[in-house]
């Protein structure tokens, strides 16, 4: 199985702010590796899909890239709708595991 | 607009099977691959398995000797059948959709709002 270990676990804010998350793989996923936020009580949301590709309607503060086996999500300009938890997820062969979350509070 | 929505029991007892269905509208089940996730209570995400509209499935390593999946393309649903449940089983179970010629290299764009399965006696 691909593990992917993703840091840090929680992460203190203000708006306005840059934020960068990271996730490693285990092993090489060829930008396999997509990026959902998660608000208290809904389901979790499709930010980003092989490392960099937004999905339609995410605004543009949310980016992604990746160097190897290590990938990242930034969110510049922090809004206040931002503050939730935030997955990463391997989606180059299954078990197609999730990152163990990072709670983005203010 | 696509939507997904999970139905079944929200109690089962230890050592039963639990059983859930989640009915896509909006779009067709023979278009894509679906996969259901679950989340024990103020804890991450696992993926439990995905199932194609041919009826063939991929599950975690981790729940395959538990874990069934079927679809029924007349209905436009899908469905999970966990057997010899115990209380680690209990969470927040969802539905989501995948792609169409991969089950997630895409990733998963359209997710139920999720059930709650307690496992208890």
């Known amino acids: 199985d691909i593990q992917v270990t993703q840091s840090p676990s929680s992460l203190s804010a203000s708006v306005g702010d840059r934020v960068i998350i990271t996730c490693r793989a285990s092993q090489s996923i060829n930008r396999y590796l997509n990026w959902y936020q998660q608000k208290p009580g809904k389901a979790p949301k499709l930010l980003i899909y092989t490392a960099s590709t937004l999905q339609t309607g995410v605004p543009s503060r949310f980016s992604g890239s990746e160097s190897g086996t290590e990938f990242t999500l930034t969110i510049t300009s922090l809004q206040p709708e931002d503050f939730a938890t935030y997955y990463c997820q391997q989606s180059y062969s299954a078990p197609f595991n999730f990152g163990q979350g990072t709670k983005l509070e203010i | 607009q696509v939507q997904l929505q999970e139905s079944g029991p929200g109690l089962v007892k230890p050592s039963e099977t639990l059983s859930l269905t989640c009915t896509v509208s909006g779009g067709y089940i023979s278009s894509h691959f679906w996969s259901w996730i679950r989340q024990p209570p103020g804890k991450g995400l696992e993926w439990i398995g995905y199932i194609y509209y041919s009826g063939s499935t991929n599950y975690n390593p981790s729940l395959m000797s538990r874990v069934t999946m079927s679809v029924d393309k007349v209905k436009n649903q899908f469905s999970l059948k966990l057997s010899s449940v115990t209380a680690a089983d209990t969470a927040l179970y969802y539905c989501?959709?995948?792609?169409?010629?991969?089950?997630?290299?895409?990733?998963?764009?359209?997710w139920g709002q999720g059930t709650l399965v307690t496992v208890s006696s």
């Open positions: 989501a959709r995948g792609g169409r010629g991969s089950a997630a290299a895409a990733g998963f764009d359209y």
